[in-house]
């Protein structure tokens, strides 16, 4: 049997549809899950069957995370939320921890992680956290933008045998404080943090690049992948 994994959805607030990009059900498929895309819900039931189907947890990339969850007033005309995505990735997040059923987080899955679990964001990088760095790249998504630093003594390091690596990249929000609870393995050349690991789980991983676009030509953005979807078995 392979694992199911629960993918949180995408939302396109001017079409009020939900949508999804092919590259996450496919990296899952290949690395030999089995992809379920969650609906849209903030019923407490409803969520805990679902979690309870599935062996592990993908949380997308998209809008931007509330800075209601991290105590701040948004940046007027510079943030675009979905509170029902909040409402949804954190109540999947909170269980996935409770059950230690393994979480990976993509982009919006590693802010969204970050400041459920009490750090903090950068609302806006070209205002608060300008850089040379290139973070919001012209397609095609699949090219890297820049490099990052993979820490030592990390999992990521361990499992991609290197000291740098080049990631894509498309984001204006990102890691500011980080939550007491996680640890960085990989930074940008500007600092930014760009990958996270929290120590007490089976597997809690977060990526701010995008494997999902990727991992057709990417060998690392493949075993990322494979590496989530064998914690989950």
């Not at 991290?70 to 997040?93: F, H, M, N, Q």
């Not at 921890?97 to 964001?121: F, Y």
């Not at 089976?202 to 075993?223: G, I």
Request: proline letters at 8%; aromatic letters at 8%; a negative charge.
């Amino acid at each position: 049997m392979k694992p199911v994994i629960g993918v949180m959805p995408l939302w396109d607030d001017s079409r009020e549809s939900v949508w999804m990009l092919p590259g996450y059900l496919d990296g899952i498929r290949e690395a030999g899950g089995l992809p379920i895309v969650f609906p849209f819900t903030g019923d407490a039931g409803e969520i805990a069957q679902l979690t309870d189907l599935c062996g592990g947890f993908l949380l997308t990339g998209g809008h931007d995370v509330s800075p209601a969850l991290y105590g701040e007033e948004p940046l007027k005309e510079l943030v675009s939320c979905c509170e029902k995505r909040d409402a949804l990735e954190t109540a999947v997040l909170r269980r996935a921890l409770e059950r230690d059923k393994p979480v990976l987080g993509i982009c919006r899955g590693i802010q969204l992680i970050n400041a459920a679990l009490g750090g903090t964001l950068y609302q806006d990088l070209p205002r608060q956290h300008p850089s040379r760095t290139e973070h919001r790249q012209q397609p095609p998504y699949h090219i890297p933008a820049h490099q990052v630093t993979i820490l030592p003594d990390t999992p990521l390091y361990k499992l991609l045998g290197g000291e740098t690596l080049a990631v894509n990249s498309y984001h204006h929000q990102a890691i500011r404080d980080l939550a007491e609870s996680l640890r960085p393995m990989a930074a940008a050349p500007d600092g930014l943090v760009e990958a996270v690991w929290k120590p007490d789980c089976r597997f809690l991983w977060a990526l701010q690049w995008h494997p999902e676009f990727a991992f057709r030509t990417d060998a690392a953005s493949r075993a990322i992948f494979a590496r989530f979807v064998q914690a989950a078995r």
